[in-house]
């Protein structure tokens, strides 16, 4: 009897750290998705990305890049969720010890969509954690009146250099109806 109460609590408590932590993640990868004309376009920004350990991984000389994969599902009743379009967006920072300068490119799904390079901390910070109105499909794949959500795994390379500290993956993910 005493097993089984031991095991009841090892469960609740298990259940609501992993609460926490999605919780957390919600806070810390912010995703905004919005319809406009005929195209999904997503923002998202992840708060707590560039932290002490991607600084000095940089500063090091390391090239770090922060990886999103960016999906857009809607629920099935009967089966898995099924996915409308998916895309990699990646950035990468190659930081030269000598010039002091920062070398930003951006790929989505390996192709190079833009590249700059910058002495500005703050342009670093945003082109590493954040993208803006990211054109992710056609609104002519959604179901008028259907339920979609947008979900972002993000993740930082090096592996050392973590997102959180002790992880280097986090999820977010937001709902939206497509109203034509």
Not at 94 to 102: E, I
Not at 106 to 128: I, K, N
Not at 151 to 179: D, E, L
Request: hydrophobic share 40%; glycine share 4%; with cysteine.
């Amino acid at each position: 009897m005493k097993t089984i109460k031991t095991a009841r609590w090892l469960g609740v408590s298990c259940a609501m750290i992993m609460a926490a932590v999605v919780v957390q993640a919600a806070e810390t990868l912010r995703v905004t998705p919005l319809v406009h004309g005929d195209q999904v376009l997503v923002s998202f920004d992840v708060a707590s990305g560039y932290n002490d350990d991607v600084r000095d991984a940089i500063a090091s000389g390391l090239r770090t890049t922060f990886s999103y994969e960016v999906e857009l599902r809607t629920v099935a009743r009967m089966w898995l969720d099924r996915t409308i379009a998916t895309a990699v967006v990646s950035t990468s920072d190659r930081y030269d010890n000598l010039t002091r300068r920062h070398t930003l490119v951006r790929t989505v799904d390996g192709r190079v969509e833009g590249s700059v390079v910058t002495e500005d901390q703050d342009v670093v910070r945003r082109w590493l954690t954040s993208l803006e109105r990211f054109t992710l499909c056609n609104t002519s794949k959604l179901d008028p009146n259907r339920e979609y959500y947008v979900r972002i795994s993000a993740s930082v390379a090096p592996n050392h250099t973590s997102v959180y500290g002790w992880t280097t993956a986090i999820i977010g993910q937001t709902k939206f109806t497509f109203i034509p």
